[in-house]
Every structure is written in structure tokens, then in C-alpha cells.
Nanobody, 124 residues
Framework: QVQLVESGGGLVQAGDSLRLSCIIS???????????MGWYRQTPGHQRELVAY???????FYGDSMKGRFSISRDNDKNAVYLDVNNLRPDDTGVYFC???????????????WGRGTQVTVSS
């Protein structure tokens, strides 16, 4: 069974940077390379939305309005995926979820195995 554990969230100030990490277990590296990994977030009053995803071949895709301040990367040897966020804003506050996508790409709605999420709170 695939399990995902996110970390790196917390309380930060506007303008700060943050790195979120997600470690995937229950899958071997060879199989993981066939699956994209993604980051989604749910901010207050909004539905969960795609932030970014990255394929096994390290091609990255970003959700609408996510380009520029967000950067996704993965380490296939460590079964890990990361999300770097720069110049954080109060409206980035929310829960950030890691997804082991069902296929080689991730859908906007997210299908696959989810982590429990990590809270990011940005104060002004």
C-alpha cells in the first residue's frame, strides 16, 4: 500500500520562502517512475486545486496562476517530491497535499494516493 507523508508546513510571514517535502513508501523506485507526483492545495473557501505535478522523467506542469512562485522537483532515488514556494502571500494559506498520481500524469482533480496534507499559514 502506497503511503505519503508531507512535511515542511508551518507558520510563516508574507514574503518568506518554504520547501514542502513528501516521502512516498510502499512502492519501489522503478514503479514510481511510471507515476507522476503532484502537489495540490485547499485554501479556505475554495476547492482543492492543482499546484503542480512532475512526471517520472522530471517534466513539470503547473496549475493556472501557479507559475513563477512555485517550483516542483522530485528525487526518484529517495521516492520524494518537493515543492518550493517563494514570496509567500497570505492567500497561499491552506493545506497542501501530496499525490502519487494514478498514471504518468496528474489530473486537475487528482486521482491516486493522497497524503494527509501539511498546513501552511502565511501571516501578513
Amino acid at each position: 500500500q502506497v503511503q505519503l507523508v508531507e512535511s515542511g508546513g508551518g507558520l510563516v510571514q508574507a514574503g518568506d520562502s518554504l520547501r514542502l517535502s513528501c516521502i512516498i513508501s510502499g512502492t519501489d523506485g522503478t514503479d514510481a517512475r511510471n507515476h507522476a507526483m503532484g502537489w495540490y492545495r485547499q485554501t479556505p473557501g475554495h476547492q482543492r486545486e492543482l499546484v503542480a505535478y512532475i512526471t517520472g522523467g522530471h517534466t513539470d506542469f503547473y496549475g493556472d496562476s501557479m507559475k513563477g512562485r512555485f517550483s516542483i522537483s522530485r528525487d526518484n532515488d529517495k521516492n520524494a517530491v518537493y515543492l518550493d514556494v517563494n514570496n509567500l502571500r497570505p492567500d497561499d494559506t491552506g493545506v497542501y497535499f501530496c499525490l502519487y498520481c494514478q498514471y504518468y500524469r496528474c489530473s486537475s482533480t487528482g486521482q491516486g494516493d493522497w497524503g494527509r496534507g501539511t498546513q501552511v499559514t502565511v501571516s501578513s
